[in-house]
Nanobody
Framework: VQLQASGGGLVQAGGSLRLSCVAS????????MAWFRQVPGKEREFVGA????????YYLDSVKGRFTISRDNANNTVLLQMNSLKPEDTGVYYC????????????????WGQGTLVTVSS
């Protein structure tokens, strides 16, 4: 499985970005999908996850109400809509996939994309 993330960029505080992650290979609809982010010197941080069917979503508390994760199983794509961005949202955002993940908020995923940089200026 290969994951290709895109959509990052530079945006002012209060603005919006939409990240996209396209997965190659089989069984996309059988995988839990997630987004993490990382800044230099810090551990990778969970942002959001979505269940295989899309029926359940999980979010980092600080992004609830601002970020929305969704998936399009027909097109092997997971999206992260980010609104009301804040400077503390700055980081490299990674998408991740797993067939089974005991705790979706931990970085225990099998596959990772290359990351896309999000920079939020104040």
């Amino acid at each position: 499985v290969q994951l290709q993330a895109s959509g990052g960029g530079l945006v002012q505080a209060g603005g919006s970005l939409r990240l996209s992650c396209v997965a190659s290979g089989r069984a996309f609809s059988s995988r839990v999908m997630a987004w993490f982010r990382q800044v230099p010197g810090k551990e990778r941080e969970f942002v959001g996850a979505i269940a295989k069917s899309g029926g359940y979503t999980y979010y980092l508390d600080s992004v609830k109400g601002r970020f929305t994760i969704s998936r399009d199983n027909a097109n092997n794509t997971v999206l992260l809509q980010m609104n009301s961005l804040k400077p503390e949202d700055t980081g490299v955002y990674y998408c991740a996939a797993a067939l089974v993940v005991p705790e979706p908020k931990t970085p225990s995923y099998d596959y990772w994309g290359q990351g896309t940089l999000v920079t939020v200026s104040s």
